[in-house]
T-cell receptor, first 114, second 113 residues
Framework: NAGVTQTPKFQVLKTGQSMTLQCAQD?????MYWYRQDPGMGLRLIYY???????DKGEVPNGYNVSRLNKREFSLRLESAAPSQTSVYFC??????FGGGTQYFGPGTRLLVL | RKEVEQDPGPFNVPEGATVAFNCTYS??????FFWYRQDCRKEPKLLMS???SGNEDGRFTAQLNRASQYISLLIRDSKLSDSATYLC??????????????FGKGTLLTVNP
């Protein structure tokens, strides 16, 4: 039981490049989330998916798109990376209906945009 | 008032000390409250939920004061392994309509030998 997995672990991009961050969970959770964490800012919600087939914007969605591919997988895409998107990205999933307190996080993707 | 505000820290304490973290939240409609722990360069993990009646898990005690919109976490007999960032987390919804957790910025605790 791997929990929440994320790929890649690290990535360096040049401004304007695109990439997709992958996330998968094997806990049969309905809800999945993407956060970014920056020094002094705490965790901020980018997008979330309450259930398979639905996605909604969080606090900081600009510059990102998401796809809930199936119940297990939730990807985050940066179409044209900017230095302001340098951050640590965490994917999470939750078990208690929608947004229950026990969110399980993946190990994170550290992204540097030059 | 920020949605979730925590002591800025950092806290440096000796082993065996008792340390308390405080947190306030702005939305009086908030329904659920939690403390998460995040080790350096790792993901956040749930430490404990916070109930109105207060709850204890070993050396950890969490308290909630809804009237003051205040949450606390007390750690007794600190261990070196308690060194981490502690995140105060609030969920505004009770289930069906609000999916989002709001995280405080965290308070860094370092327990020294």
């Amino acid at each position: 039981n791997a929990g929440v997995t994320q790929t890649p672990k690290f990535q360096v991009l040049k401004t304007g490049q695109s990439m997709t961050l992958q996330c998968a969970q094997d806990m049969n959770h309905n809800s999945m989330y993407w956060y970014r964490q920056d020094p002094g800012m705490g965790l901020r919600l980018i997008y979330y998916s309450a259930s398979e087939g639905t996605t909604d914007k969080g606090e900081v969605p600009n510059g990102y798109n998401v796809s809930r591919l199936n119940k297990r997988e939730f990807s985050l895409r940066l179409e044209s990376a900017a230095p302001s998107q340098t951050s640590v990205y965490f994917c999470a999933s939750s078990d208690i209906g929608f947004g229950g307190g026990t969110q399980y996080f993946g190990p994170g993707t550290r992204l540097l945009v030059l | 008032r920020k949605e979730v505000e925590q002591d800025p820290g950092p806290f440096n304490v000796p082993e065996g000390a008792t340390v308390a973290f405080n947190c306030t939240y702005s939305n009086s409609a908030s329904q659920s409250f939690f403390w998460y722990r995040q080790d350096c360069r790792k993901e956040p993990k749930l430490l404990m939920s916070v109930y109105s009646s207060g709850n204890e898990d070993g050396r950890f005690t969490a308290q909630l004061n809804r009237a003051s919109q205040y949450i606390s976490l007390l750690i007794r007999d600190s261990k070196l392994s308690d060194s981490a960032t502690y995140l105060c987390v609030v969920n505004k919804g009770s289930g069906g309509s609000n999916y989002k957790l709001t995280f405080g910025k965290g308070t860094l605790l370092t327990v020294n030998p």
